[in-house]
């Protein structure tokens, strides 16, 4: 499956609970050629209207965490573990995200990034590894089938918790570092060494 085909199956999909009451697939954004991918848990509120992943105020804060280390949407990739909303803004389901999961596969493969960056837990934990402990090991790195992992803090608990702020800063520079260590044209990222 390509590009196009892909994003026009997907939002299309019921192959779970959460298509009867979302508003819109929140597909992903970002370049199709990204070398770097981050992945959610799922749609909030203002991501199940816009039809757009991180828009909301935690999205601001996505934005703004990675524009200090030269990433953004501009370059990067950004996508959910399952891409309709839960109700209640609730964690999904593990039937739901074993529904979703065949979806961000397919982009994964089209998109062959490099290096994959879970927004909390819930990613972490379907990502890197069942029992991940996001107080313990984020910003740790995880090689899998020549691709490197990691997780951050999700923005959302970023935001009800600021003291997390500077760890995950320290994390942030982690990245920058992997970033010029194993992308190949570290340029494209306005990464400063
Ligand atoms: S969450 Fe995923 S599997 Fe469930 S309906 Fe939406 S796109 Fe399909």
Redesign the pocket.
């Known amino acids: 499956m390509d590009w196009d085909a892909l994003s026009a199956a ?1 939002p299309q ?4 609970e ?2 009867d009451t ?1 508003h819109n ?1 929140v597909f992903g954004v970002g370049p199709r050629d990204a070398e770097i991918l981050f992945v959610g848990e799922g749609p909030g509120e203002q991501e199940d209207l816009k039809g757009e992943p991180f828009v909301g105020p935690a999205g601001q804060l996505l934005d703004e965490m990675l524009s200090i280390i030269g990433l953004g949407r501009h370059n990067c990739y950004i996508a959910n573990i ?3 909303r839960p109700p209640h803004n609730r964690d999904p389901l593990e039937t ?1 995200q074993e ?2 999961m065949p ?1 961000l596969r397919i982009q994964a493969k089209l998109l062959r990034p490099r290096i994959i960056v879970c927004l909390g837990r819930i990613a972490a934990m379907k990502l890197i590894k069942e029992d991940f402990k996001i107080t313990r090991e984020h910003g740790q790195w995880f090689e899998k089938g020549g691709i490197w992992f990691t997780a951050l803090y999700h923005p959302s608990a970023l935001l009800r918790d600021p003291g997390k702020r500077p760890e995950t800063f320290r994390d942030l520079k982690t990245l920058q570092a992997k970033v010029l260590e194993v992308c190949p044209d570290p340029a494209k990222y306005d990464v400063i060494s």
């Open positions: 997907c999909c019921n192959r779970c959460l298509s979302r697939v399952v891409k309709c739901e529904a979703c979806w």
